[in-house]
Structure formats: structure tokens, C-alpha cells
């Protein structure tokens, strides 16, 4: 579909943030996502007596994980206000509830982690799994907005 100018009107919800045409917030969320989920893997090494390094990992995966979920974030949110019909998807918002709750357990958690570094081998393996368990949920509403929704698709009649 053109309009008058002859530019590409899409059908599907559209998103802002883009490089070359390209949504950058897909680009970014496998880095925190294998972060979190790796400081959850290295936890559970270091647990079963892998060593104090494992340790160091988990909270270098922490802090890590943290940055580029702060990047992907500020892409999504570019997303998700620059087209109002991807707020108007539940699944969206949802979304977001979800990653914000998972960066706000895994920053308790690198706190929690520096402030007393036993804590690793009580809560912060707890809350290392309970991140990767609301990863796991926002990645289907991920999912679900891309496949069913088709925020950020092309339209094929190019």
C-alpha cells in the first residue's frame, strides 16, 4: 500500500526504533537474556563447588546483563510509544511488566551479591532462576507480538 508521496504505508504496527530499516530491540535482547541466563548457569556451577570464579562470572553476567537490558529496553520503549497500536496489545504491555520485573530482580540481586557475597548460594540463585522463569514468559509475549501480532514485520507487498 503507497500513499501520495509514494512511501510505504505498512499495515502491521510498525517500530521506531530501526537501523537501516532493521527493529534494533530484537537485535539487542539476546544479550541480557544469555546474561541472565548464564549468571543463573554459573550459579548453579559455582553451588556444586566449581570454584569462587564462577562467582565473579555470575556478577560480571549481572552487570552485563543490566547494561544491555537498559539498551534493549530503551529500544522497546521506542517501539512501544511510537506506534499507538502496539499499546493497544496487552501482550505488549505485559511485555514490559515482565522485563522491567526481571532487570529489577537481577539488580537486587547483583546489590545483594556485592553487599554480601555468601548470598549467592541462598537468595541469589533463587533470584537468578526466577528471572530466567519471567524471561522465559516475556519471550513468548515477545514471541506472540512478532508471529501473531506482527509488530515490527514488513509488509510483503513491497
Known sequence: ????????????PKS?????????????????????????????LFAYGGGEGWANVS??????????????AFAGLTDFMGDDRIRKIGQAVR??????????IEAINLLIRVTTPDSILTIG?????????????????????VFRHRVGVQDSDR
Open 59 to 72: 556478577n560480571w553476567l549481572l552487570g552485563i546483563g543490566l547494561l544491555t537490558a537498559a539498551l534493549a
Open 16 to 44: 521506531t526504533a530501526t537501523v537501516g530499516g532493521h527493529p534494533i530491540h530484537p537485535m539487542l535482547v539476546p544479550f541480557p537474556i544469555v546474561c541472565f541466563t548464564g549468571a543463573f548457569a554459573s550459579d548453579i
Open 125 to 145: 540463585i533463587f533470584l537468578s532462576g526466577i528471572a530466567v522463569l519471567v524471561l522465559l514468559y516475556s519471550g513468548w509475549l515477545g514471541g506472540e507480538l
Open 1 to 12: 500500500m503507497m500513499d501520495n508521496e509514494n512511501q510505504r504505508v505498512t499495515r502491521n
Open 95 to 104: 511485555h514490559m511488566i515482565a522485563n522491567v520485573t526481571v532487570v529489577v
